[in-house]
């Protein structure tokens, strides 16, 4: 279940975070001007500088942890991009859409003014999500969305093994296997027809892609579950995709570990919005034009 909480004190700093294209620039500029009326220091990150013609700015994990809250003017892709240090420092972010769908740059660039005057002075909503911990051989990763396991470029299927809690469930041939979240769930796991999970649910979506198999279809489990993804042939090239951005080669024989990770990313949330809400607004959820 998601918790939720009121943050207790406006931030001393806060970093803003951008994606690379012009457009960003007016919203940059009125997340400085708001920050800057309440007496708040803003540190801006290397692309959001040279958004505004400054030179330097921090790399992502640095800004992070020089600040108490994170702004990000993007899609899902930038907002994935600071989660990982994010987690890692406790901070948490508010995700202003600047892309196409952006489920987690729920609020607007329309209203980043009235939004960051609500967020300074405590007036607003954070939810902590569940993330992922992927264990590899060189180490551990942090994953909001989800892990994917897929071949690669050559169109051919690969065979994987799959564990729960070191018991083998299946053999999957098939173009790759999704891991999500729940809050991951209406990502790449919804394109490959996997189901929408509420992010207040203690689960983790297990979602093949393109089986082989009509029988192998996307599955639902507690998300107390350690899952083990291992590489069972050696023809072709196998990839681990970290949510969308950091690709790791995966060799015949080697596994991945999946669980749900301690820590908590912390999302500042709308007060007037609801997940389905959310579902409507984003993919017309429930949506019938004959009405």
């Known amino acids: 279940m998601l918790q939720y909480w009121q943050m207790s004190f406006p ?5 803003i975070i951008a994606k690379p294209h012009p457009a960003a620039l007016p919203f940059i500029q009125a997340a400085i001007r708001v920050c800057e009326s309440r007496g708040v220091s803003v540190e801006l990150g290397i692309e959001a500088a040279r958004i505004l013609g400054w030179k330097g700015g921090l790399e992502r994990n640095h800004l992070a942890a020089e600040c108490g809250l994170v702004v990000v003017i993007g899609g899902d892709g930038t ?14 972010i508010a995700g202003f859409n600047l892309g196409t769908i952006g489920f987690l740059t729920e609020l607007s660039t329309d209203s980043i003014q009235v939004e960051l005057e609500k967020l300074l002075s405590r007036k607003t909503r954070v939810s902590e999500r569940k993330v992922l911990r992927v264990e590899m051989e ?8 989800d892990v994917v396991t897929s071949k690669g470029n050559i169109a051919r299927i690969i065979q994987l093994e799959l564990k729960v809690n070191h018991s083998h469930i299946a053999h999957i041939r ?11 769930s209406t990502a790449y796991s919804l394109s490959a027809g996997g189901p929408i999970v509420n992010p207040e649910v203690n689960a983790l979506v297990i979602t093949p892609i393109c089986a082989h198999s009509l029988t192998l279809r996307p599955l639902v489990i507690p998300d107390g579950l350690r899952l083990t993804v291992t590489r069972e042939e050696n023809e072709n090239e196998v990839f681990v995709t970290i949510d969308g951005q950091k690709v790791l080669p995966l060799k015949a024989g080697q596994a991945i570990h999946v669980s749900v990770d301690k820590r908590r990313l912390k999302m500042i949330e709308s007060p007037d919005m609801n997940y389905f809400r959310l579902l409507a607004e984003k993919l017309n959820w429930g949506f019938n034009k004959c009405h």
């Open 11 to 15: 931030p001393e700093r806060v970093g």
């Open 79 to 92: 907002f994935l991009s600071v989660a990982p240090a994010a987690i890692q420092h406790g901070v948490p």
């Open 138 to 145: 060189d180490g551990h990763y942090l994953a909001l969305n």
């Open 174 to 184: 098939a173009d790759g296997l999704i891991i999500s979240t729940p809050t991951g």
